[in-house]
């Protein structure tokens, strides 16, 4: 979705769920044409089996080739790299994991998530090492990189400084229990919305995504949200648009499409009106 700013990509994480049969995909509708289908009604969708489990070049070829053209994946790193003490010893994993084929998604690949355990603690030097492993680019595919830390001692300013530097973005949560840190430390935004509740056909009630909507266009726009939490409030953004991950992630995550429909919905909305 285009802003006057940046881009915007909304989506939900994985594309296969049983529930969803009946509820967002058509009880009748081949598991074959799935992601053909999540693709029509969404712009992006971050895959989480990568997490899991290695793919081949082929299988993300024949993903790249389902979807139309303008959507993006966000791909989650692998757990080999992140779930271990030393991170700045991960750098053959890492190549392992884009031996693996992920830029056969070409244009259609967007950020990679790199995801660490609730456990795993701020550790500036090493946290410092593994950065400096991620590659800018791989098979002439420039690469965007973004990190979910889930431990508070992450909510301090040589984190945001940290990963600033880099030019590396941190995940806005938008959790209960793990820490939300809504800093721009990278040229692109990415946010996990996991606060959905099943009962609501929308996951989110209305007036949470209006919020949302109003956020997501603002960081677009690269300007910063004043009501989410900020490590460096006072810290001043470079000028200029930005792209926007959005994913409705939560628990149940029954009613995350519908969620993810009706933050494009809102948006289209918004930018009719203000046409």
């Known amino acids: 979705m285009d802003t006057t ?3 915007i990509y909304i989506g939900i994480g994985g594309w296969t769920f049983e529930p969803w049969r009946g509820v967002f995909y058509p009880e009748d509708l081949p ?3 799935e992601l053909a289908y999540a693709s029509e009604h969404l712009t992006s969708i971050e895959i989480n089996g990568t997490f899991y489990r290695s793919q081949t070049p082929a299988t ?3 993903w790249a080739s389902e979807v139309p053209e303008g959507f ?3 791909v989650k790193g ?3 790299v992140t779930n271990r003490r030393v991170l700045k010893e991960a750098g053959d994993s890492i190549k392992w994991f884009f031996d693996t084929g ?3 998604l070409g244009e259609h690949l967007g950020p990679l998530l790199w995801q660490f355990a609730p456990t795993k603690k701020f550790n500036a030097a090493d ?3 593994f950065l400096e492993l991620l590659p800018e680019s791989f098979d002439g595919h420039k690469l965007r990189h ?3 830390v889930r431990h508070d001692s992450f909510k301090t300013p040589e984190f945001t400084a940290l990963l600033r530097g880099f030019n590396k973005a941190v995940v806005f949560t938008d959790h209960v229990n793990y820490p939300n840190i809504a800093d721009i430390t990278g040229d692109f935004v990415y946010a996990r919305l996991q606060r959905g509740n099943d009962t609501i056909e929308t996951a989110y009630p209305e007036k949470d995504i209006d919020a949302w909507a109003a956020r997501l266009r603002a960081w677009a726009k690269g300007q910063a949200p004043d009501d989410l939490p900020r490590i460096e409030p006072s810290q001043k953004l470079k000028a200029g648009p930005r792209d926007v991950f959005a994913y409705v992630i939560h628990e149940g995550k029954v009613r995350a499409p519908a969620g993810a429909m009706a933050l494009i919905e809102r948006l289209a909305l918004i930018e009719r009106l203000s046409a």
């Open 60 to 62: 993300f070829r024949k």
């Open 72 to 74: 993006v994946f966000s």
């Open 127 to 129: 946290f410092g090492g």
């Open 5 to 7: 700013g940046g881009k």
């Open 146 to 148: 973004v990190l979910e």
């Open 102 to 104: 992920v830029t056969e």
């Open 31 to 33: 598991h074959s044409k």
């Open 78 to 80: 692998p757990r080999f």
